[in-house]
């Protein structure tokens, strides 16, 4: 493993003994330091170890992929290890073209908490975009009302302020629900799906419910001129 001055892992290594190479990923931080991008595993011939700075394009960094104008749609890497593995010019056709998108990427909530908000998956269909059909999993926290919690359990409903909620999206556009409580142990799931997701049939009998949950932040502190800083912790 080779790491930073910062003892970050930054690239992995593996001989691969039966074919004389020597198996590579690697992972790129954001502007921040943060692990965001993970990279695919791809041969390099020969059995030597050195760190490769071709793994993907030499100059490829947190400015092609977290920038204001792409931090939300990371560039293509067009050459490299990885870039020539995962592509149609590779002479094994049993090795899909990963259309110039080798690698996973990891959004984090702005909020300092480390939560991942968003992670895609490999390969130019299930990267991140700026618009379209998500092919992501996406997570999403928020509050639960004490109406909800009583639909679920009744009069041995806990008290929402107890309780908040967690839901993490697939690709599929089908949500796993998690009911969290203040130990950090879950009370209770559930599956969702919104009116264009397929991956789910719908239950005989199902009653439609919806619920706004009203959420109060406290502590007002004045931020500047004409801004106050608010919060809330789930």
């Given at each position: 493993v080779y790491a930073s001055t910062l003892l970050q892992p930054r690239q992995s290594q593996a001989l691969r003994h039966t074919k004389d190479t020597i198996l590579i990923s690697g992972v790129y931080v954001d502007y921040s330091g943060r692990p965001v991008l993970s990279t695919l595993v791809a041969p390099d011939a020969g059995t030597g170890f050195g760190y490769r700075t071709n793994l993907l394009?030499?100059?490829?960094?947190a400015s092609n992929f977290d920038d204001?104008?792409?931090?939300?749609?990371?560039?293509?890497?067009?050459?490299?290890?990885?870039?020539?593995?995962?592509?149609?010019?590779?002479i094994d056709g049993s090795i899909p073209s990963a259309g110039g998108y080798p690698f996973s990427r990891?959004?984090?909530?702005?909020?300092?908490?480390?939560?991942?908000?968003?992670?895609?998956?490999?390969?130019?269909?299930?990267?991140?975009?700026?618009?379209?059909?998500?092919?992501?999993?996406?997570?999403?926290?928020?509050?639960?009302?004490?109406?909800?919690?009583?639909?679920l359990f009744g009069d041995e409903a806990p008290a929402a302020e107890t309780v908040h909620k967690v839901a993490v999206t697939d690709p599929n556009g089908v949500a796993n629900i998690s009911f969290i409580g203040t130990d950090g142990g879950t009370?209770?799931?559930?599956?969702?799906?919104?009116?264009?997701?397929?991956?789910?049939?719908?239950?005989?009998?199902?009653?439609?419910f919806s619920e706004t949950v009203k959420d109060t932040v406290h502590g007002n502190m004045p931020y500047g001129p004409d801004g106050i800083i608010s919060g809330k912790t789930l």
């Open positions: 394009e030499s100059s490829y960094s204001d104008g792409n931090w939300n749609d990371p560039q293509p890497v067009g050459s490299g290890l990885l870039a020539n593995y995962y592509s149609d010019s590779n990891v959004i984090y909530l702005p909020d300092g908490t480390g939560r991942v908000y968003e992670q895609s998956g490999v390969g130019d269909t299930h990267r991140i975009r700026p618009s379209g059909t998500p092919r992501t999993t996406r997570t999403l926290y928020g509050s639960v009302s004490d109406r909800e919690l009583i639909r009370i209770a799931t559930c599956l969702s799906k919104d009116d264009n997701a397929d991956a789910l049939e719908t239950l005989e009998g199902e009653v439609e």
